[in-house]
């Protein structure tokens, strides 16, 4: 059997229990490697493109993509994202396709729509809850970072950031990270180390402290709902609402807004709706036997 052809099959925990750790390590981290050199060979390509394509323009195009820096430059971030997650999508497909099965998790039953406005709500409630803890403690200050790259983010035009961020980034990073990376993980060790080493890897994929902490935590949400749902929609849709929020609210300028009394009761609320909503997706029938 070819090396490609062994990273592509989705082994059991029985067939995977026999392999040394190096093997396991392949298994679970080279679809990553391979994602993240397609996603930046394909992101310096369409920089050299769009470079050649500058020098060949008029005064007026090129005035065109200096106003809206940011906007291209999510645009070629998306697109590399999207041929990335497209090389690794077979490998993900048989992950995402027969969800791995816990001793305490056996036969799944069908989500409602309530449930999955629970879950949105959730979504929404504890990442807004976060990011306004952030500001309030002035921990989003502590990295310069951060700042940069939050300001690539949110200078993006807003039909565009919608797309990105509450569209094709989801989808492919749930798709790298849980539909991939903790499913694999989850056969190699066990549910506890999966979620915790996932969603430490989802943090730091980030690149700064303080996506890093925000990433680890709602990774660890993500994880949870993935398998409380036993579908991957739930993550994307946890990811999508998440995302889609925090990037409507900073782009009309929401948290500057907020004083710190503003701030205290905004996340004891969001922290109060959240716990109500987690109590609800713990303790409700998803599937035969619960977490």
Not at 221 to 248: R, T
Request: aromatic share 14%; net charge positive.
């Amino acid at each position: 059997m070819n090396f490609w052809k062994m990273l592509k099959i989705r082994w059991s925990r029985q067939e995977i229990s026999e392999w040394g750790s190096l093997k396991k390590t392949a298994y679970m981290i080279l679809p990553l490697l391979i994602y993240f050199v397609v996603h930046d060979i394909v992101e310096i390509l369409l920089w050299a493109a769009l470079n050649q394509l500058m020098l060949m323009s008029s005064e007026e195009l090129n005035a065109f993509f200096v106003n809206h820096a940011y906007t291209v430059r999510g645009m070629v971030n998306g697109t590399a994202v999207l041929i990335g997650v497209a090389v690794i999508w077979s490998i993900v497909k048989k992950e995402i396709g027969k969800p791995e099965r816990t001793e305490n998790h056996d036969k799944p039953v069908e989500r409602t729509v309530t449930e999955y406005m629970i879950l949105g709500t959730f979504a929404f409630l504890s990442s807004l809850g976060l990011n306004v803890l952030f500001h309030l403690l002035k921990f989003t200050a502590v990295s310069q970072s951060f700042t940069s790259t939050a300001k690539a983010q949110f200078g993006v035009d807003f039909l565009t950031g919608i797309i990105l961020y509450g569209i094709l980034t989801p989808f492919a990073e749930e798709a790298v990270f849980r539909g991939l990376i903790y499913n694999r993980m989850k056969r190699c060790f066990n549910y506890s180390i999966a979620l915790a080493a996932s969603a430490l890897l989802f943090g730091c994929y980030h690149g700064n402290i303080v996506q890093a902490v925000y990433g680890t935590l709602l990774g660890l949400l993500i994880a949870y709902i993935y398998e409380k749902y036993d579908s991957f929609a739930a993550p994307v849709l946890f990811h999508s609402v998440a995302n889609i929020g925090i990037f409507a609210i900073t782009y009309y300028k929401g948290f500057q807004e907020l004083n710190v009394w503003k701030s205290a009761l905004l996340v004891a609320g969001s922290l109060i709706g959240s716990i109500i909503c987690f109590i609800y997706i713990r303790k409700n029938k998803f599937s035969e036997k619960n977490i």
